[in-house]
């Protein structure tokens, strides 16, 4: 198939702009072991079509190169506002539900069905196979007819359409339209159509494309990742989560309770779509179910076979035989899977981070990100040392307050306070002895 040239283009510079090679092929791999209609569910606001339309459509035309064929659910909801208010009829809502009447319905179907088109045609102009998929999936009954009118709530999803277009290697475009069995149309929130469709599908990605690329915190930063497991009951006690994030966060933690622990939410901006979906660092939110960190004192009830695994795989080296026997843990903290681990020993009466292991495909999770906010939590100052050039160090840049370089060993810490502590962890990661083998 002839490739235009500014499809091309539009690879080269989503590839040269993402992560390395090696983060992507091992991603491209984990996609195309998966079934077809259980890689991802992306779900695009209105404002998203109607703001981003191009880098939308690059990124799912990228998709559809590299062999893999996402399922597209669209909104509608501002282009609805702006034709329904043309057309003199005033919005009302109730619990943030679309009152919808027959006047009002008339418009949205020709509204979605417009919207669904203008994003199919996109997608055709670059060579790039898409279904219009208007109606027929979603079989739904009245919510609740006197409060919101013609407003639908899903009963059953027929996944016939959507299975044909996957058959032929085709991007299903659906909108959240649904209708009665005698084929009475209703309006469906489009949010509640993504999670209808994603509990029936059990897809390995959720991605939520918005405007804002993302959940934003207290200081209007971008959370980078959320494990449900650890973070969710302390976020929701956040005084600066408003209400509609605070409905997106239970929302997604409800859809990730029914599906595998391997699936995940992305909430991201369509540009940003395959950065999203190939690197470690990714770009917007992911929220994953996540794992437990468990916290041991000792090596008691700690697995040591698989701890020594864990660290051996994670840093392609060979632990000394008799590690565990000369390492007097002061903490040790472990996710539940013994994916990522982070080993705390005492010196000097200050806490030193010897260790900390994340497994390749946890990295891309958020989990080690995971288990040093428990740490952080438990442990006010600590030190460390890391070898120049290890890519996590980065990370260790933001986290700590201060650094030293050293010929071999970059030293961290934060939490510490005076001249001479600092020169007495300085001193102690320049003898300290090596504990993995080249």
């Known amino acids: 198939m002839e490739t235009h040239k500014h499809t091309r283009k539009t690879i080269v510079r989503l590839l040269s702009s993402m992560g390395s090679a090696k983060e992507i092929q091992q991603y491209l791999k984990r996609f195309s072991q998966i079934d077809a209609k259980r890689f991802a569910v992306v779900k695009v606001g209105g404002a998203v079509l109607r703001d981003e339309l191009a880098d939308l459509t690059s990124s799912l035309t990228f998709l559809q190169q590299v062999g893999l064929t996402p399922i597209v659910l669209h909104g509608a909801g501002p282009q609805l506002d702006e034709e329904l208010s043309a057309a003199g009829i005033e919005k009302q809502t109730v619990n943030g539900l679309r009152v919808t009447s027959p006047q009002a319905l008339a418009i949205?179907?020709?509204v979605f069905q417009q919207q669904n088109l203008k994003l199919v045609e996109a997608l055709q102009t670059m060579d790039t196979r898409a279904t219009s998929v208007p109606s027929g999936v979603f079989t739904s009954s009245y919510l609740d007819r006197d409060t919101y009118g013609l407003v639908g709530k899903v009963q059953s999803i027929?996944?016939?359409?959507?299975?044909?277009?996957?058959?032929?290697?085709?991007?299903?475009?659906?909108?959240?339209?649904?209708?009665?069995?005698?084929?009475?149309?209703?309006?469906?929130?489009?949010?509640?159509?993504?999670?209808?469709?994603?509990?029936?599908?059990?897809?390995?990605?959720?991605?939520?494309?918005?405007?804002?690329?993302?959940?934003?915190?207290?200081?209007?930063?971008?959370?980078?990742?959320?494990?449900?497991?650890?973070?969710?009951?302390?976020?929701?006690?956040?005084?600066?989560?408003?209400?509609?994030?605070?409905?997106?966060?239970e929302q997604i933690a409800d859809l990730l309770a029914n599906l595998p622990l391997t699936s995940s939410v992305s909430i991201t901006r369509p540009s940003e779509l395959a950065k999203e979906l190939f690197t470690h660092k990714?770009?917007?939110?992911?929220?994953?179910?996540?794992?437990?960190?468990?916290?041991?004192?000792?090596?008691?009830?700690?697995?040591?076979?698989?701890?020594?695994?864990?660290?051996?795989?994670?840093?392609?080296?060979?632990?000394?035989?008799?590690?565990?026997?000369?390492?007097?843990?002061?903490?040790v903290y472990v996710s539940e899977n013994?994916?990522?681990?982070?080993?705390?020993?005492?010196?000097?009466?200050?806490?030193?981070?010897?260790?900390?292991?994340?497994?390749?495909?946890?990295?891309?999770?958020?989990?080690?990100?995971?288990?040093?906010?428990?740490?952080?939590?438990?442990?006010?100052?600590?030190?460390?040392?890391?070898?120049?050039?290890?890519?996590?160090?980065?990370?260790?840049?933001?986290?700590?307050?201060?650094?030293?370089?050293?010929?071999r060993w970059k030293v961290y810490w934060y939490g510490m306070d005076g001249f001479d502590t600092i020169a007495r962890c300085v001193a102690h990661c320049a003898t300290r002895q090596p504990t993995l083998v080249d």
């Open 108 to 110: 949205l179907r020709k």
């Open 158 to 249: 027929n996944l016939a359409p959507i299975e044909a277009s996957l058959r032929a290697g085709s991007i299903p475009v659906i909108a959240s339209l649904g209708e009665t069995e005698e084929g009475q149309i209703l309006n469906i929130n489009a949010d509640f159509a993504a999670n209808e469709l994603v509990r029936v599908l059990q897809p390995y990605k959720i991605v939520f494309l918005t405007g804002t690329g993302g959940l934003l915190d207290g200081e209007g930063q971008l959370i980078d990742s959320i494990n449900l497991s650890t973070e969710y009951e302390h976020l929701m006690a956040q005084p600066w989560l408003n209400g509609g994030m605070r409905l997106k966060l």
């Open 338 to 407: 013994y994916r990522a681990a982070m080993i705390l020993t005492e010196e000097d009466g200050l806490a030193y981070l010897d260790k900390f292991a994340v497994l390749d495909d946890a990295q891309g999770e958020g989990l080690g990100r995971a288990v040093w906010l428990v740490m952080r939590e438990q442990n006010p100052q600590l030190f460390w040392r890391s070898r120049a050039g290890n890519p996590v160090n980065p990370f260790y840049d933001a986290e700590c307050d201060g650094s030293l370089k050293q010929p």
């Open 282 to 331: 990714g770009s917007g939110t992911l929220v994953r179910r996540g794992e437990k960190v468990l916290t041991f004192n000792s090596w008691d009830g700690i697995d040591l076979v698989r701890m020594r695994t864990l660290i051996e795989s994670s840093f392609g080296r060979t632990l000394v035989a008799d590690y565990f026997e000369r390492t007097q843990p002061r903490h």
